[in-house]
């Protein structure tokens, strides 16, 4: 029996990036949304579009059994960017998922989405899980927590400070964090129908029970680079002060903006146990701290980080 026609958006995002390699290695047949030229792969169909282009969408959806919503705006300057992405962008996946006849819609939402008050980009997520919820598909929905791993260019400043002897954390709180690669294998977990996933809304993590305090994972991260590094817990002010200049200094490839600031300063972003996924579906493999050796090794060998 063939293996179902998986369709992705994202795909050739962080997330997406490595969703794909497992499916190959998986040898599901695949359709990739891109809106650039890619090199051919193996199983792989590239479908030249955006979120924004309807009828690429369509394209994407035809013949496929299963749906990953993968993309998404992480950073945006005002609310109508991450409302763009994050709200119309899902409407139109859904919007041509129905049409094509697909019934199994994984989403990939975000944690921040259980605070939508604290950001624009938790409120944008938060109004996507709404819209898949009266879907009327077959849906799950996955809020993962902080996501690291090789390829991750999102913690990357960490690394770089770690290397000083210092990092500068959120306010004192503690957070979860996952492997991209346990990620990925959760999406494909969902992929089949399963009565105790379907309509429901999954936390997932590394497994440490009660996440990780920000000193904590600050330490990890210079444990990593064999370094011993001091973790400074910054003020929210602090935060916001920074998200100024790395905007006035980085511009659109800011990392830290005025957005983000807000929701780092949470003090719990720890998911709760109770909406992880049963362990008999899926339960995470990589231990954090060998993780960010392994993402240290990546960084190393591509010049990011000495």
């Keep these: 029996m063939s293996k179902p026609v998986i369709a992705i958006t994202g795909a050739t995002g962080f997330v997406g990036t490595i969703v794909m390699q497992q499916l190959q ?3 599901y047949a695949i359709r990739a949304l891109t809106r650039k030229d890619q090199e051919p792969i193996e199983y792989v169909e590239w479908i030249n579009g955006a979120l924004d282009n309807p009828s690429s969408l369509e394209t994407l959806c035809e013949g496929a059994d299963c749906i990953l919503h993968i993309a998404g705006v992480v950073n945006a300057p005002n609310i109508a960017g991450f409302e763009a992405g994050n709200v119309d962008g899902t409407a139109a996946v859904i919007k041509a998922a129905k049409a094509q006849g697909i019934r199994r819609f994984i989403h990939i939402s975000s944690l921040s989405a259980r605070e939508p008050q604290l950001s624009h980009y938790g409120a944008s997520k938060a109004k996507a899980e709404k819209l898949v919820g009266a ?23 960490l690394f770089i400070m770690a290397q000083k002897g210092y990092i500068l954390m959120p306010p004192k709180g503690r957070a979860s964090f996952i492997h991209v ?16 996933a379907t309509a429901q809304i999954f936390e997932c993590d590394d497994g440490v029970e009660g996440g990780w305090s920000h000193d904590s994972f600050g330490r990890a991260v210079g444990m990593a680079i064999d370094k011993q590094v001091t973790a400074i817990n910054a003020p929210k ?20 903006t005025w957005d983000r600031a807000n929701y780092l300063s949470h003090p719990d972003w720890v998911i709760d146990r109770a ?26 060998k591509n010049s990011l980080i000495d």
Excluded: C, V
Excluded at 136 to 157: C, F, H, S, V
């Design 25 to 27: 290695e998986m040898g």
């Design 275 to 300: 909406n992880a996924p049963s362990p008999s579906l899926w339960k995470p493999a990589i231990e954090t701290r060998q993780g960010l050796k392994d993402t240290a090794r990546w960084y190393r």
């Design 237 to 256: 002010i602090l935060l916001k002060i920074g998200a100024l200049f790395d905007r006035l200094f980085r511009g659109k490839k800011a990392k830290l």
């Design 181 to 196: 690669e346990d990620l990925a294998r959760l999406i494909i977990a969902l992929i089949p129908a399963h009565e105790d």
């Design 135 to 157: 879907s009327m598909l077959d849906w799950t929905i996955i809020r993962p927590p902080a996501i690291y791993g090789p390829g991750d260019m999102e913690m990357l400043d």
